[in-house]
T-cell receptor
Framework: GDSVTQTEGPVTVSESESLIINCTYSATSIAYPNLFWYVRYPGEGLQLLLKVITAGQKGSSRGFEATYNKETTSFHLQKASVQESDSAVYYCALGMQQGTGSKLSFGKGAKLTVSP | GPKVLQIPSHQIIDMGQMVTLNCDPVSNHLYFYWYKQILGQQMEFLVNFYNGKVMEKSKLFKDQFSVERPDGSYFTLKIQPTALEDSAVYFC?????????FGPGTRLTVL
């Protein structure tokens, strides 16, 4: 089946340092999956951070970036300079190419703690 | 932004009893989902639902599970009877197209 493997937490980074959370995927039933990063801030529900549906493209949001690399089947999340407010749990996920109504497959999540 | 609500936030129940988990989706959404997360594991898809029908269910969606959304009210997940392995956090999601909005989860503890 389809699966996602990502850096598992906890990940601790000092404020203003750079961050990378690794994500690789295996999509046996989908040739070109849609790729997502979701984030859960403390006390809140899971929310979409960014999404990329085309191989080779980069998505960005709130200073975070991720590039869809079909050759290495990776979708690593990066940020050049993190802030305390970025402390949260980050989940990599994949979905069907024609994604309306279809399921998502998630990684285990990486808990990021940004220290002041 | 749009919010999905889940009621209750925590439910403790004895094995063999019935439980209903409630989800209040975003008002104009058309697709509804349930996911299950056991402690320390990834969130896994259970079922999705559209136009009054189940679209797809995973192998985790046992015969004891059922979903419904009568007349546009809550989207519910019913487990009857419950088993110890049903202890998990259950997340509801809804979408208009492919962007899913998630609720905060219901923690189910089966004793």
């Amino acid at each position: 089946g389809d699966s996602v493997t990502q850096t598992e937490g906890p990940v601790t980074v000092s404020e203003s340092e750079s961050l990378i959370i690794n994500c690789t995927y295996s999509a046996t039933s989908i040739a070109y999956p849609n790729l997502f990063w979701y984030v859960r801030y403390p006390g809140e529900g899971l929310q979409l951070l960014l999404k990329v549906i085309t191989a080779g493209q980069k998505g960005s949001s709130r200073g975070f970036e991720a590039t869809y690399n079909k050759e290495t089947t990776s979708f690593h999340l990066q940020k050049a300079s993190v802030q305390e407010s970025d402390s949260a749990v980050y989940y990599c996920a994949l979905g069907m190419q024609q994604g309306t109504g279809s399921k998502l497959s998630f990684g285990k999540g990486a808990k990021l703690t940004v220290s002041p | 932004g749009p919010k999905v609500l889940q009621i209750p936030s925590h439910q403790i129940i004895d094995m063999g009893q019935m439980v209903t988990l409630n989800c209040d989706p975003v008002s104009n959404h058309l697709y509804f989902y349930w996911y299950k997360q056991i402690l320390g594991q990834q969130m896994e898809f259970l079922v999705n639902f559209y136009n009054g029908k189940v679209m797809e269910k995973s192998k985790l969606f046992k015969d004891q599970f059922s979903v419904e959304r009568p007349d546009g009210s809550y989207f519910t997940l019913k487990i009857q009877p419950t088993a110890l392995e049903d202890s998990a956090v259950y997340f509801c999601a809804s979408s208009f197209l492919d962007k899913q909005y998630f609720g905060p989860g219901t923690r189910l503890t089966v004793l």
